[in-house]
Nanobody, 120 residues
Framework: QVQLLESGGGLVQAGGSLRLSCTYSGFIVSVDAMGWYRQAPGNQRELVATIAVGEVTDYLDSVKGRFTISKDNAKNTVYLQMNSLKVEDTAVYYC??????????????WGQGTQVTVSS
């Protein structure tokens, strides 16, 4: 059973910083990429950042220069460092393992989400 556990969300004032963590566990042989998504009330879930094999990263335009995705393979953990937070960054943030290969399947897995609230 593959599980993703996010942490690090909370309430922060605009201009502040938070670091989200996502630790995955289970019988994972390999993962094509890890991603952070977010969903604000009334909005669709959107891709915020991804990190793929070879440390290739990609970001939503509105977070470029403010957010940084990274991973620690030894800890099976991916991070999202969020700086210069804005009110519009308020959302539930989800971690996703993209094309995670186990001994029997290849599929995506989602974490349960962590709330980030940025106050003005």
């Amino acid at each position: 059973q593959v599980q993703l556990l996010e942490s690090g969300g909370g309430l922060v004032q605009a201009g502040g910083s938070l670091r989200l963590s996502c630790t995955y566990s289970g019988f994972i042989v390999s993962v094509d990429a890890m991603g952070w998504y977010r969903q604000a009330p009334g909005n669709q879930r959107e891709l915020v950042a991804t990190i793929a094999v070879g440390e290739v990263t990609d970001y939503l335009d509105s977070v470029k220069g403010r957010f940084t995705i990274s991973k620690d393979n030894a800890k099976n953990t991916v991070y999202l460092q969020m700086n210069s937070l804005k009110v519009e960054d308020t959302a539930v943030y989800y971690c996703k393992a993209i094309r995670a290969k186990t001994w029997s399947t290849i599929r995506d897995y989602w974490g349960q989400g962590t709330q980030v609230t940025v106050s003005s």
